[in-house]
């Protein structure tokens, strides 16, 4: 059986590697993950968003987010659910990526 608590972290930290070319901030501090869900089977769900629906990378990036994580020695898949709603907006960003893009 995984450790699905220590999973998650590692998972964090493969996400928090990734980051939106626009923007010099990871995904996951910018908000863009919506939920990390680890199975019992060490099955991986992500539910994540961009930016806008037009963001240029929206082909690109679930793909670089699901093959980093598939990397991941304990995991056996990885699912990327891309949704909009809610729709993202720069209050969704952690305190340090509002401070390193001067919203603080």
Do not use: H, R
């Not at 199975?39 to 679930?62: F, G, K």
């Amino acid at each position: 059986m995984v450790d699905k608590g220590y999973l998650e972290q590692k998972i964090i930290s493969v996400i928090e590697t990734v980051y939106d070319p626009e923007i010099p901030v990871n995904i996951y501090e910018l908000g863009m993950i919506y939920n990390v869900k680890v199975e019992d089977n060490a099955d991986v769900e992500i539910t994540m968003t961009l930016t806008s629906p037009a963001c240029p990378v929206a082909e690109s990036l679930p793909i670089e987010v699901q093959q980093k994580i598939k990397e991941i020695d304990e995991v056996n898949e990885v699912n990327i659910n891309l949704v909009w709603e809610p729709p993202w907006n720069k209050d969704m960003m952690s305190d340090e990526a509002k401070l390193n893009l001067g919203f603080l």
